[in-house]
């Protein structure tokens, strides 16, 4: 298909232009996306106007909509925000060039678009247009895309340079003496060897001249940096831009590190953005290969090749170069296994690129063996590590450091204080280092590794707790992948000591930070090596805490019967211990703790036993933040019992603790945990100031793990308090935070809450969609208790479109889903729905049953919440009975505890519209009536009175009441 003639009328709108040549292709977003190097949702949002692209996905999406040479620009520029009029050329044209045309330069051709650099190419240029900036370093690791980004940054300063722009290309020349001969033959300029010194003619022919000389791969040069100062010393107008695989050391040098494209680090992470390593990669492919396209089966395999060469443009190219013969996946897979595999056989591949190790060969000779030995060494590090590290564990002195820097082995980066090498660096780094160490020395920078890393985790167990948490949450954050190492390296080599340090502070900050399935995995795999550690006293308490801990994270996970069986065999091993006169109260405490969480949902009384008993070891241990914990713990108990004032001083006692030793997290959840009292007791409008309070915590600490808790309890209060719009917003949050996390049981439920809003909303396709999602997440997981409120969410959606048939077997679904120790209190709103559902089929009797037997539940439990919705659905059979006085006593309570929630759709569907009218048919003297009745009268003491009422009428009330 051709492209748009110049004289064509564009859209006035960018996003216009993309969609229109997207049809008029017959391309979908999807197949455009595949095409370009993005996700469907980035092309869908630039064809709205709602995002501009980088230029480099402009660049791709001039390609792939085949835009003609006489649109590239102007469609680049348009994408950019830049305004341009197109106009047809006069035929012939007599006006004088613009001075870009007259400019010389002897700059070689650009072969493509500039893939992912346009941020760094911006800076580079801006850079030269600052006077006082004359000479840039372009610094880097061979192979990272330096002389392309040189390159592009050359051609697009020909216009502002109009004594010339010049490529000197120094690859394959090292002679000192070869410099200003290599000058002059760019410049084009004759060197007299009879007049004057050459480098004092160079000198004279470039003082006046408003000039840009490139000097490209001066590694082998850099002896000769001294001469470009000189240059510069003789001209305030010329500019000179270097690529070098280190720094030059001058005064005047002002350095430009250039690090490899950026890169996912997963799918998710994919979808929500675009990744200039995956773009270069997908164009790279299709050179080999033009039919290859990302699709969801390669898309990780292409991110994994990304990721382990750290988004080298040259890597990236070298690997794509098998894709006719391997998947993506299985390129990564040869890549981690040998450095080697990076290579190329093609013929017009420059030498020094057919390798990636011959690139990092030509690095390692010029090292000292000084040099070469630290380097080495530090491979031993994963991901960023301190000067402190690196002189510790490698013995690496800061001169050393700062010529591998300068040498573009390792980076520093001063806002985080830390260190880092390239993935295919350390790669080569560790393969050199089991050549030039012993196998003695190996062991023995293993062992100082996991000792500086476990000692420092050990060192911030304390104030992980309390006051300097979000520091040292942050330290361990930043250690993470060599606190990992460290971990295993232990293991491994069964020190015991080690393992016994770093536990619970490793164990604390996974909890923290809601990486349960990590910690699933860490404690699980631990298991077997304790059996087997020499010292078996030692084995067994290490053994008792961390099969007390896997069942934390087992518990934090939804796997309850998993949780259980470790937690019994802790519990076994406590008793034990305990029968022998050991000294275990902090592990009992531990575990009794854990008891009581497992009991919370199936022996409420039961669990407050257990808290009672590990917060008297607590207590007597002096154990500050235990002690928290476990309160909060009671409280949620006694809310469960109906016990709402003991949970209250609970609850208050928690978080005056949690205030006192600094613990912001801990508080946060507390926070979140009294806002669901609260709506419990029908106080939305302090459970929303709680819920609130918990959710500035959480951002102002920056914990994903307890803000995903603190707005789902937060949505919940909205809800009760009519705030439709705002809880969904909430939710939404919610949702991704917890697909950030991978918490499956909670996006589940959020899935649920979600779908709650979308009923209140009135949007109901959007309701069934979310309650489908949540279901099969629930039943992948087996997690009955939230596939029972899924059902409840569907029946729910059914009785808003008038099919009670539908949703009574829903519901009837629900209640056999829940799980045998589901407390009576959990269950009463599916029963309620019943009645409804019932009573709407024309089956009065089992409808009044049920309303009997859930208003008596209700009671006994002070359970608020339950009570309004079967205060409602009462209120519409006694209407419908002529209990007119009655029902609108009824209504008017609910009306006044929640005055904003009875505007949900789905509740004004069902009951409310028709209760509302019920009110305006009363006369001034039945409302007065009313009016005194509910001023006399508690939510509480109509709840006694309805159930004497129900008794007397045989609606089934049994009158067993707690009162």
């Known amino acids: 298909m051709g492209t748009i003639g110049v004289m064509d009328e564009l859209p006035v709108s960018f996003g216009e232009w993309v969609q229109n040549r997207r049809n008029d292709l017959d391309l979908t977003r999807n197949e455009l996306a595949l095409k370009v190097g993005c996700s469907p949702v980035t092309i869908k949002k630039i064809e709205r106007d709602e995002r501009k692209p980088s230029r480099q996905i402009a660049e791709l999406l001039a390609i792939h909509l085949q835009l003609g040479p006489d649109l590239y620009d102007v469609f680049v520029k348009r994408a950019r925000g830049q305004f341009v009029e197109v106009e047809q050329p006069p035929a012939e044209s007599h006006s004088k060039p613009a001075p870009a045309d007259i400019v010389k330069t002897n700059l070689p051709e650009l072969t493509g678009p500039l893939i992912g650099r346009q941020d760094e190419l911006a800076r580079l240029t801006d850079r030269f247009n600052e006077p006082a900036k004359q000479l840039v370093t372009l610094v880097g690791t061979g192979g990272i895309g330096k002389s392309r980004l040189a390159l592009q940054a050359a051609h697009d300063l020909v216009g502002d340079m109009l004594g010339g722009v010049f490529w000197i290309d120094f690859t394959s020349h090292d002679s000192s003496s070869y410099i200003v001969p290599a000058i002059a033959k760019a410049l084009d300029l004759r060197i007299n060897k009879e007049s004057r010194l050459p480098e004092k003619q160079l000198m004279d022919w470039l003082k006046p001249k408003q000039a840009l000389l490139v000097f490209d791969n001066f590694d082998d040069m850099i002896d000769e940096a001294p001469f470009l100062a000189d240059l510069l010393d003789q001209s305030v107008t010329l500019k000179i831009l270097v690529t070098s695989r280190e720094r030059l050391n001058l005064q005047q040098e002002q350095v430009f590190p250039l690090e490899g494209l950026e890169f996912p680090r997963s799918a998710e992470d994919f979808r929500d953005g675009d990744y200039p390593a995956v773009a270069f990669f997908v164009e790279a492919a299709r050179k080999i290969n033009p039919t290859f396209s990302l699709t969801v089966d390669n898309i990780d395999g292409v991110i994994a090749i990304c990721r382990l060469v750290s988004g080298m443009p040259l890597s990236l190219e070298l690997a794509a170069a098998w894709i006719d013969m391997l998947s993506p996946a299985e390129i990564a897979k040869e890549i981690k296994n040998s450095l080697d595999f990076l290579e190329t056989n093609l013929r017009n591949v420059p030498e020094r690129h057919k390798s990636i190790r011959a690139i990092f060969d030509a690095s390692w000779d010029k090292l000292s063996p000084s040099e070469k030995k630290i380097f080495g060494r530090l491979t031993i590090f994963h991901g960023g590590f301190s000067r402190r590290a690196a002189r510790s564990v490698a013995g690496a002195s800061l001169p050393v450091m700062a010529r ?560």
């Not at 304790?530 to 067994?540: A, E, I, M, S, Y």
């Open 404 to 963: 591998l820097v300068d040498r573009s082995l390792i980076r520093y980066d001063a806002t985080k204080e830390s260190y880092r090498l390239n993935g295919l660096l350390r790669q080569y780094g560790a393969d050199q280092l089991e050549k030039q160490e012993s196998a003695e020395s190996l062991a023995d920078l293993h062992e100082r590794h996991s000792v500086y890393y476990l000692e420092a985790l050990s060192e911030r167990n304390t104030k992980i707790k309390g006051d300097g948490q979000q520091t040292a949450i942050s330290e361990i954050g930043r250690d993470l992948n060599n606190v990992r190492k460290a971990w295993r390296w232990a293991i491994q080599h069964q020190k015991s000591d080690l393992i016994q340090i770093g536990m619970e502070p490793f164990a604390n900050f996974l909890e923290f930070k809601g990486r349960y399935t990590e910690g699933e995995t860490i404690f699980l795999d631990l298991l077997d090596p304790l059996k087997n550690l020499p010292d078996q006293k030692v084995g067994q308490t290490l053994y008792l805490n961390a099969i007390t801990w896997l069942s934390v994270f087992e518990f934090a996970l939804n796997k309850v019967d998993r949780g259980e069986r470790s937690l019994n065999a802790a519990n076994r091993i406590v008793e034990e211990m305990v029968a022998q006169d050991k000294k275990v109260d902090r592990q009992r405490a531990f575990v009794l703790a854990q008891l009581g969480n497992l009991e919370m949902t199936r022996d409420p009384e039961k669990a407050r036993s257990f808290y009672l008993q590990a917060l008297e070891l607590h207590e007597r241990l002096k154990m500050g933040w235990e002690q928290a914990s476990t309160m909060m713990a009671l409280g949620s108990a006694e809310r469960i019992l109906g016990n709402f004032e003991q949970a209250s001083h609970w609850f208050s006692k928690s978080l005056e603790i949690r205030q006192q030793i600094g613990d912001q997290i801990g508080a946060a959840g507390t926070l979140a945990t009294m806002s669901e009292l609260c709506r419990n007791r029908g106080q939305f409008y302090e459970a929303i100031l709680q819920a609130q309070n918990g959710v500035d915590l959480a951002r102002q600490i920056k914990n994903d793990n307890v803000l995903a808790i603190a707005l789902s309890e937060l949505a919940m209060a909205l809800y009760y308090d009519g705030q439709f719009p705002k809880q969904h917003q909430a939710l939404v949050e919610t949702m991704m935070l917890n697909e950030r996390l991978n918490h499956g049981h909670k996006l589940a439920q959020t899935y649920f809450r979600l779908s709650m809003a979308n009923c209140a909303l009135g949007q109901f396709d959007d309701a069934q969609l979310n309650t489908q999602k949540g279901l099969n997440l629930a039943r992948q997981m087996d997690n009955q208790a939230q596939i029972a409120l899924l059902f409840f969410a569907q029946a729910i959606i059914a009785q808003s479109v008038g099919s009670f048939d539908s949703s009574k077997q829903l519901l009837q679904n629900g209640l056999a889903a829940f799980p045998p120790t589901t407390p009576p209190t959990d269950k009463n709103a599916t029963q309620i729905l019943i009645a409804l559902a019932e009573y709407r089929i024309g089956n009065p009797t089992p409808a009044k049953r049920y309303l009997a037997q859930t208003l008596q539940i209700a009671f006994d439990n002070q359970d608020t919440l339950s009570l309004i919705l079967n205060y409602s659905v009462t209120a519409l059979i006694l209407a419908d009975q002529q209990e007119t006085e009655r029902a609108v006593i009824l209504w008017e309570m609910v009306q006044r505890l929640s005055p904003r929630l009875q505007h949900a759709v789905w509740l004004r569907r069902l009951y409310g519209d028709r209760l509302s009218k019920l009110c305006e048919t009363l006369s001034a003297e039945q409302r007065a009536d009313i009016e005194g009745h509910l001023l006399s009268n508690s939510l509480w003491d109509e709840a006694d009175t309805l159930l004497k009422f129900m008794h007397k009428a045989q609606w089934g009330s049994s009158r067993n009441s707690k009162s």
